[in-house]
């Protein structure tokens, strides 16, 4: 196969040219060739492609070989160049090889010329091969240089006897030094070693010829800093000398981070403890004792204590018996004289500070004249540093724990920031224990209100449960009369001694008028402040006066007292005010009950009265007929009327003439189920008295119930009867409030045990998980990656998470229920706000698809942010979580002149008709709802927050398709 010949060719003769070419084809070359004759020619050709070979005539006209050979070095090409002459010497020739030219042939002696040019080829080839080498040999040097010096790990190259040869920037800040102190040095000379066993590691891999692999090691730098490294070693030939290439990478970054998480382990294993200690407990004092004992432990804390906020009082904290002593020989004397100390205004000191600041503090080295009382006691003990904490309950400060330390130097500053994780779980175990507390004495003081027949006693068994059940010194009941302006004491219990005679003047002075008449609770911390105080028991300090309010008004107070400044904290405000709702409600329905009585017995005996008259004095049935204030019928033994009174007439608006003759059955109709003509027959011939409730009907139309009395009544030897009715509706008024009341309270019972359960079942399901994490982290934190602790710890804190907010949305219920929803609302573009929350919720649940759709021009609202966000975010999660799978949920927002619709669909399980009326009932869920987790707090939550707009909200669901929720918020609230 011809091979290829690129060649350009200096020649002024074409026929030259042309032979050459015919010989160069017969020695087997493919010739591509190009003839110039002069510089320019040559420089066009030699830019337009590339060349195998220049061949040139010696001499031409306007050009030669040695120009030629010039314009090929000025272009620094690198082409084999060949001369073929006829006219040159071996003077030129010797100078045209010096100049360059690879080889010399006369013209008509070329038999060899393929032969040469093969050779200059192979030749350009190997030139062309070490030129390739040579630059990637240097591009490799270069690259290794450059990475040798910017790498961030160090890297040494030291000879065999250990002196270091090169180093990099790396190594150098390593040790602090330059490189003029490190090379041409051994590490034992620059002192690095730290342990022997490190040094002896390394000479021993230089003397065995063993390289060592991520030994991490503890150097020190050339200012004497401590560091740990790894270290890697290879054995290299430099230059034909045997050395030792080091890797060294500065791992003190990585030590401390592990350090760091191995207390912060231990500092989460101790709030992780304390915290199910916290959720687990059931005595305020056994959680105080196990938290100061594990942090005591934990800190190498010698001593521990804790002081208790005292009762009656917000400056006064007192030593409680909560102590860790890791030495009671030692500490002994110090832990009794403290425990005779009380802190407060007139003392001061460390604690009451703390608990003024409300704020931890720190005293280290403890001096004789320090800001610490016990100063003195506590050097004799050899206790150096003092540290104290509060805990807070419900936003004040209840507790102060104080530990010891026999050391002058600050703890970690993790268990200083994690302390106070610590309290705040002990504040709201406190608060749990608060709210159980007042459930229990609020369950077990409404019993009281059940056991009392009269107005009297059921206002003694109220005040009797005020104390014995809320623990309080004294409280007295007031109950107010209207009519005569008076406030009345109807009973009192506890210390005081009150004149239960001497009634108070409803608009004159004192804390009990002025309750009443703004309708709240009026407390007065200092009572010999108060211009408006009166004094009736000189010892009282301070006093608390709660409203008994009904639908109907405020009906009386609840009066307490107590010997001690601010005694009553918000709290005794809050439990009293809902035990003061009860009793009130108590109260009301036992006036009602004796009222009714009063009233029943009244109209029985005057029913008696009257019939007595009429079989006594038949002359005066006419009077009593015409003057008798109840609706009075005459009818025949056969029940068809004969007569009526005035009053009949009145009532019931037929005259007399209208019903002569008719039956009394037109008009009456007996309840209960009984027979007219039953009991008018028993009246007729057994001469029987006989009552009944009945409803009349009246001319117009309607009809109202009544008494219903039949008497035998004898007139001119002729027998009638003698039907007297009165108006009952009133009554039958009275009865229904009275049944109401007692609904009322058997709802609040029902309400109670719901509530119980819900929140039994709601806490255990996420306190069950927090214990299962808890215990794999326990027992199984060391072979776990960090991610997967990760995940443990973020079930932990989502779990306390979901506690809190079911807590959250329990109290708001009951501050709705007792203070009513707070409102403040302000213009909102809500069209803007829910799209903020709408995306932020979608990118929580991204296995759902939220459409959210504007229908009309977006306008602002006045409204409450905070109770929409509420509304939004309960209904969409109601339909993310009981949508299976990954459904889409659909918001429409649509903008009319004067209301605002917002309509949540989603494509979900849907609701049974029979949970449709009971759906925003505290606690109540679906019965389809299965395993899936919820309180059933959320629509009711929901429910509130639309009536606060003065919005409506309906639902409309199918089981199996899905379920919509309809708000119309107007306009203008």
Request: aromatic share 8%; charged share 25%; net charge negative.
């Amino acid at each position: 196969m011809d091979k290829l010949l690129r060649a350009l060719i200096l020649e002024d003769s074409q026929s030259d040219t042309l032979l050459l070419v015919r010989q160069l084809q017969r020695a087997g070359y493919l010739v591509e060739y190009t003839r110039v004759e002069s510089a320019e020619s040559m420089t066009s050709a030699l830019e337009q492609q590339e060349w195998d070979i220049i061949l040139s005539d010696f001499s031409m006209p306007n050009f030669s070989a040695t120009a030629g050979l010039e314009l090929l070095k000025q272009k620094g090409l690198d082409i084999p160049f060949i001369i073929i002459s006829g006219t040159m010497g071996e003077e030129n020739a010797v100078t045209a090889m010096k100049a360059g030219a690879q080889d010399y042939f006369p013209k008509g002696k070329t038999t060899r010329l393929a032969a040469a040019i093969d050779r200059e080829l192979r030749e350009k080839r190997d030139r062309d091969q070490r030129r390739i080498t040579e630059q990637e040999l240097r591009q490799a040097e270069e690259r290794f240089s450059k990475a040798f010096q910017v790498s961030p790990i160090g890297i040494t190259i030291s000879s065999s006897e250990g002196y270091f040869l090169s180093v990099n920037d790396a190594f150098r800040r390593m040790l602090d030094a330059n490189s003029g102190e490190i090379v041409g040095r051994t590490a034992f000379e620059l002192d690095i070693w730290v342990n022997q066993d490190d040094q002896e590691l390394l000479d021993t891999s230089n003397t065995s010829k063993k390289p060592v692999r991520d030994a991490e090691i503890i150097i020190q730098t050339v200012s004497k800093k401590t560091k740990y490294v790894t270290v890697s070693t290879e054995f290299i030939e430099v230059s034909q000398e045997n050395c030792v290439l080091a890797m060294w990478q500065d791992i003190t970054g990585r030590k401390q981070a592990e350090q760091t998480l191995k207390q912060n382990t231990e500092l989460i294993q101790l709030l992780q403890v304390v915290t199910v200690a916290a959720n687990e407990a059931d005595n305020i004092n056994e959680l105080l004792q196990f938290a100061i004992d594990r942090i005591c432990e934990y800190a190498n804390w010698p001593l521990g204590h804790v002081y208790l906020l005292s009762r009656g009082t917000d400056t006064q904290l007192i030593s409680s018996k909560i102590w860790y002593c890791s030495d009671p020989e030692k500490y002994g004397d110090f832990q009794r004289r403290s425990e005779r100390i009380h802190f407060d205004k007139a003392v001061g000191g460390l604690v009451h500070r703390v608990f003024m600041r409300q704020a931890p503090e720190w005293i280290l080295g403890l001096q004789p004249d320090s800001k610490f009382l016990r100063a003195n006691m506590t050097l004799e003990v050899g206790l150096q540093s003092v540290f104290a904490f509060p805990i807070f309950a419900q936003h004040d400060v209840v507790a102060i724990m104080e530990f010891f330390s026999t050391k002058a130097d600050e703890p970690h500053l993790a268990l200083l920031d994690t302390i106070p994780h610590i309290a705040a779980q002990i504040g709201h175990m406190i608060e749990r224990e608060w709210s159980n507390s007042e459930i229990r004495a609020l369950y077990q003081a409404t019993g009281y209100l059940f056991n009392a027949e009269s107005i009297h006693e059921l206002s003694q068994q109220i005040v009797r449960g005020v104390v014995q059940e809320f623990q309080q010194v004294d409280c007295g009941l007031l109950l107010v009369d209207q009519q005569l302006g008076k406030i009345n004491r109807m009973a009192r219990a506890g210390e005081y001694q009150v004149d239960l005679q001497a009634p108070l003047e409803l608009d004159g002075p004192g804390l009990v008028p002025r309750a009443i008449r703004e309708d709240r609770i009026i407390y007065s911390p200092d009572v010999q402040k108060d211009e408006e105080y009166i004094p009736n028991v000189p010892t009282t300090l301070s006093e608390m006066v709660v409203p008994l309010k009904t639908r109907d008004g405020i009906i009386g107070v609840l009066d307490l007292q107590s010997r001690q400044r601010d005694y009553f904290n918000q709290r005794d405000q809050r439990i009293l005010a809902a035990f003061a709702e009860r009793a009130a409600a108590a109260l009301e329905i036992t006036r009602l009950y004796e009222e009714l009585n009063q009233y029943a017995a009244q109209l029985e005996l005057r029913v008696e009265e009257r019939t007595q008259e009429l079989q006594k004095a038949k002359e005066r049935v006419e009077a009593i007929l015409n003057n008798s204030s109840d609706a009075i019928i005459l009818v025949d033994g056969n029940g068809a009327i004969q007569q009526t009174n005035p009053r009949f007439v009145q009532v019931v608006g037929y005259n007399y003439d209208e019903l002569f003759g008719a039956s009394l059955s037109r008009i009456m109709t007996l309840e209960n189920g009984e027979d007219l003509s039953e009991i008018l027959a028993s009246v007729s011939h057994n001469h029987e008295y006989r009552r009944a409730e009945a409803i009349v009907r009246r001319k117009n139309g309607t009809s109202f119930p009544t008494d219903a009395a039949f008497a035998i009544f004898a007139r001119n030897h002729e027998t009638g009867i003698v039907c007297s009715l009165r108006d009952i509706s009133e009554q039958k008024q009275l009865e229904q409030e009275l049944r109401s009341a007692f609904e009322r309270q058997k709802e609040l019972a029902d309400l109670k045990t719901r509530f119980i359960s819900t929140v039994s079942h709601e806490y255990r399901t996420p306190l069950a998980i927090i214990q299962t994490s808890t215990t794999l982290l326990q027992r199984y934190s060391e072979r776990m990656t960090p991610e997967k602790k990760q995940d443990q710890f973020e079930k932990i804190l989502g779990n306390v998470r979901r506690l809190t907010d079911l807590l959250d949305d329990v109290l708001q219920i009951s501050r709705a229920e007792t203070m009513g929803v707070a409102f403040n609302p302000h213009q909102l573009d809500i069209a803007k706000l829910f799209k903020e929350m709408i995306d932020d919720i979608q990118q929580i649940h991204t296995h759902h698809h939220i459409d959210f759709t504007i229908v009309g021009e977006p306008k602002s609202i006045a409204g409450d942010e905070k109770l929409l966000r509420q509304i939004v975010s309960n209904l969409l999660s109601n339909a993310i979580k009981y949508s299976p799978g990954q459904g889409t949920v659909h918001v429409t927002l649509e903008f009319e002149e004067s209301e605002v619709r917002l309509l949540v669909r989603d494509e979900g399980m849907g609701i049974p008709p029979e949970d449709l009326e009971k759906l925003f009932t505290l606690f109540h869920r679906a019965q389809n709802v299965g395993q899936i987790q919820g309180s059933g707090l959320g629509l009711a939550i929901v429910k509130q927050a639309v009536e606060a707009h003065n919005a409506t909200i309906t639902v409309q669901s199918e089981v199996g398709t899905g379920t919509t929720f309809t708000i119309v918020f107007p306009v203008e609230v």
